[in-house]
Every structure is written in C-alpha cells, then in structure tokens.
C-alpha cells in the first residue's frame, strides 16, 4: 500500500491511529517521569534562555508546577521534560 494511492478517508482515519498511538506513547512516558518526582526534589529542565532549576511543588496528572530557584517565578512543565537532580557528596 502507498500513501500516494490512498483516498482523503483512508488518510485520516490512517491520522487518527496515529494520533492515538502517539497519546498512548506520551502518556507512559509521562508515567515514567512522574514515578520518579516527589514534591520537594530539585529538578532541572531547558527554558528559553538556558537550563532552569527548580523544585517540585505539585505534581498534576499531565504537569508538574515547579518553583523556580529564585523563589519568585513558578513554572509548568511537562513532567517528562524535567530532569531530578543528583546531589553530590
């Protein structure tokens, strides 16, 4: 079968399994990120300007509201974008 001989609903019903996999895919990976935050664990994770950190100070189903490390900005975040930090002895 090529994409190229498919008809406009054959294409999007071939889009809406993708989309749904796609969730499904987000969604555990999601799962996995968030079984290993705790409220209160330094995190990590790429903003605009550079690398942020922060500490976790909700953790919601699909974000997770971290407090950034100057007290004053909040942000949220997919969970699996952010990275727990480490501490070194």
Same mark, same amino acid.
């Given at each position: 079968?090529?994409?190229?001989?498919?008809?406009?609903? *054959?294409? +999007?019903?071939?889009? @809406?399994?993708?989309?749904?996999?796609?969730? /499904?895919?987000? $969604?555990?990976?999601? #799962? *996995?990120? +968030?079984?290993?935050? @705790?409220?209160?664990?330094?995190?990590?994770? /790429?903003?605009? $300007?550079?690398?942020? #950190?922060?500490?976790?100070?909700?953790?919601?189903?699909?974000?997770?509201?971290?407090?950034?490390?100057?007290?004053?900005?909040?942000?949220?975040?997919?969970?699996?974008?952010?990275?727990?930090?480490?501490?070194?002895?």
């Amino acid at each position: 079968m090529r994409i190229d001989d498919l008809s406009i609903d *054959q294409l +999007l019903e071939l889009n @809406r399994y993708i989309c749904q996999r796609i969730d /499904e895919l987000q $969604d555990q990976e999601n #799962l *996995q990120a +968030l079984s290993q935050l @705790r409220v209160g664990l330094k995190v990590t994770f /790429e903003g605009r $300007d550079g690398p942020i #950190l922060g500490i976790v100070t909700k953790i919601n189903r699909k974000s997770v509201i971290v407090l950034g490390d100057d007290g004053t900005k909040q942000y949220k975040v997919s969970p699996n974008l952010l990275r727990p930090l480490r501490d070194v002895k």
